[in-house]
């Protein structure tokens, strides 16, 4: 298998079991990911994770887009489990 593709598989699987709705690009190396449900529009949830959960992502009104967060898999794997570790503790805190 593809090396970016195990890794958008990976991420996918892992924001979905988070209960975060995401679209599963097909060529690309990054992919959107809904944050409606937690009430903040792009700009303030990312700054709020970043901030909170040391995890950089890029805010959805700059693809036209206020309800998601851009998120970019085109990291390492111990990388990308590092960081979907801590958007998974950042939202569990959200829904507490």
Known sequence: ????KKRRD???????AMGL???????AFYMFIKIKKYGMKSREFCKKMLQEGLVG???GVYFGADDYMRLSYCYSDADLKEGLDRIERFISGLDD
């Open 21 to 27: 709705e995401a679209q599963k690009p097909e060529g």
């Open 10 to 16: 990976y991420v996918y699987g892992r924001l979905t």
């Open 1 to 4: 298998m593809n090396l970016f």
């Open 57 to 59: 992502v890029i805010p």
